[in-house]
């Protein structure tokens, strides 16, 4: 349905455009053939009428038929033709004779044709500039404002008692009346809405541009380029006393022209760049013959009443030594406005800095208010900060030209950061680069907070959760080990206690059951303060505590021997507690792992200090190939082992072949010892097993 509605107004647009362009042929074949010369078709305003109507037609033709649904491209389209109707009209006119009814009713659309376009068309194309859109549902009251000025503006020029333009011809419209001027208000009315008009358009561009997207805003500077060169031509035209066609109707053109450009091209060069250079030498031009001619009145005054003075000399000395310092100052100036703090890092280091001072970067949440200001000061349409692949921060909508700054942290490689360029830019300017590798200095330091700040957060979830873990397990197993224990205790204790005058040899049955009971709760009491931390370890220490438990480990469970052997230093400095439990969980889990999945004969444990780091090692003999089938497959011991060694922050590599299986674990430590003698410490029993680890 939608395409079907598209397709029909363009369609339509073309049908108009059509007419457009018949008018056009038709003023200059019946212009050319009425004689009248050029000259006398200016005066009538035949040749401006048809160019302007002409340009409003193809632009607005153009972006009807390419946007269909912008009502930007209609309201030129039919200003054009309203321009060209009266363009048409006077050239037809020129062919009549007598002022019968038929030329004078044509006399009377020509008339009122172009008022159309100056009162209602030219101002709406403008208000609806660049979307099609009201600005907001505040100004519906223009529509109707701008609707009762075409119809005064076209009365008026109907109701002329001189017969409009056309009476020039002979050929005065309908009705021309004599009383009309008795009622000048009405076209004093009709002149403040067409100003009311116009400004009301002004203030809806500026509030766009305020409001708007990089893209919007792009859009509007393509008008404000014409307004800017309409403008400089018309003062030329004033300041040189002339009346070119050239200077006065064809920049005029332009309005179209950047509009249409604007809605279908924007991106067709950088815009910025050229407005920043036309406002620059328009401001250069303006203020050079603005000083010049103050500085001549100024020193002719001097020079009556003192001494004889070249005034224009003078003033253009003066003005030759002021204009490049004026020049350099205003360049600057627009320079800033438009490409933000390209020349000058300082600035850019200065606000992008103060935006890392206010926000909780470490804490994630300030990038996007970081990359905020950085496109705020560079005038950058969208950054993005990409972290391994994935986008962490981002503001704007990034362009598809866009250009990436690596983000390093000493030597290493935190992410990149992605600038879009602005729109006309194929590549990345070499003063954007320079200020662009200063900002990623600090925007690196800032990613890498984030990034720690995130492990440190991930680290303390852990931390919890495996705290809450504990606790629920001490829970249950005090529920449901302990605790049926400890209520059987009084049950026996209360039934022995009634049974003991009565029936003494039931009594003591019950005082055995009591000590057994009384026995597995101390076990299970036993058992739960060994997970805790195993007392071996406050009672022998770590070396001692291993060497305890390799001396425990003689057989498989099937019965195979096996020796365990450690070669650990005499002593060790003292360790943090995590450390210490840590490496006596990982050694005892790998031998378990010997134990119950391997086919080893023999392990050795291997414990000491490498400067400020702590070296574990467990290595059996035993092969993982069975009956031809490789069994090595890491479960929930080796899972275990790895984890305990990241949550400490160290290295683990678990690896093996048909020689055996390593079990290597580094840990840091807060302070480092040296190495004290090692001895060798055996049992008479067995291996770390390659087989299936549990």
Known sequence: MTVDTDRRRRTAATVVFALALGEAVTTVVAGAASGLGWARLADLF?????????????????????????????????GGCCYGSTATGLTLLAWAGEPTPPWR???????????????????????????GRLPGGGWRWLLAVLGFNGIIWTAAGVLDPKGGLTAELGIPGYPAQAGFWQIAWFLAIGQGLILVSFIAALVALVLRYRRASDQVRRQLLWLL????????????????????????????????????????????????????????????????????LALVAMLEATARRHVSLNS?????????????????????????????????????????????????VAAGG???????????????????????????????????????ITLRSGDIVVGELLVGLRVGEHRLDTADAKVLTLLAAPLAVAVQAGRLAEGLQVSRERVISGREEER??????LHDGLGPILTGVVLNADAARLLLNTDRDRSATLLVDLRDQTIAAIEEIRRLVYELRPPALDGMGLIGALREHAAMLTRHDDGAALTVTLDAPQALPDLPAAVEMAVYRIATEALTNVVRHSSATAAEVQLGLSGATLRLSVHDNGTNDVDGV?????????????????????????????????????????????????????????????????
């Open 225 to 292: 380029q014409a307004l800017i060169v309409m403008i400089g031509c018309f003062t030329a035209e004033g300041v040189l006393g002339l009346e070119s066609l050239i200077l006065g109707v064809l920049p005029i053109l332009l309005i179209p022209l950047a509009i249409t450009i604007a809605v279908l091209r924007h991106q067709l060069l950088d815009i910025r760049l050229v407005v920043s250079r036309s406002v620059l030498y328009l401001l250069l031009t303006g203020g050079v013959v603005a000083g010049y």
């Open 630 to 694: 490789d069994r090595w497959q890491p479960g929930v011991g080796l899972t275990s082992i790895r984890e305990r060694t990241a949550e400490l922050g160290g290295e683990c590599e678990i690896r093996h072949d048909r020689t055996g299986a390593w079990v290597s674990v580094s840990l840091p430590l807060a302070s480092a010892s040296a190495p004290a003698q090692s001895e060798k410490v055996s049992s008479s029993s067995a291996t770390l097993g390659s087989g299936v680890p549990a």
């Open 105 to 131: 009713l044509l006399a009377t659309v020509t008339n009122g044709g172009w008022t159309w376009s100056l009162a209602l068309f030219i101002p709406l194309a403008l208000v609806l500039f660049p979307d």
């Open 366 to 404: 300030g990038l996007p208010g970081v990359l905020e200001a950085l496109c705020q000061v560079m005038r950058f349409p969208a950054a993005a900060i990409v972290v391994d692949g994935t986008q962490v921060a981002v503001y704007g909508e990034p362009p598809a030209a866009r250009h990436a």
């Open 46 to 78: 035949v040749v401006t009428n048809a160019i302007i109507g002409l340009s409003l037609a193809v632009c607005g033709w153009l972006i009807a038929f390419h946007r269909p649904r912008n009502a930007v491209g209609w309201s030129l389209l039919a």
């Open 472 to 477: 629920r397990r001490i829970r249950r197993d």
């Open 312 to 360: 224009s000399l003078a003033a253009t000395l003066v003005i030759a030594l002021a204009f490049n310092p004026v020049r350099v100052w205003l360049q600057r100036l627009l320079h800033r406005a438009f490409y933000g703090a390209r020349n000058d890092p300082v600035r850019a280091m200065a606000e992008v800095g103060a935006r890392l001072g206010e926000v909780g």
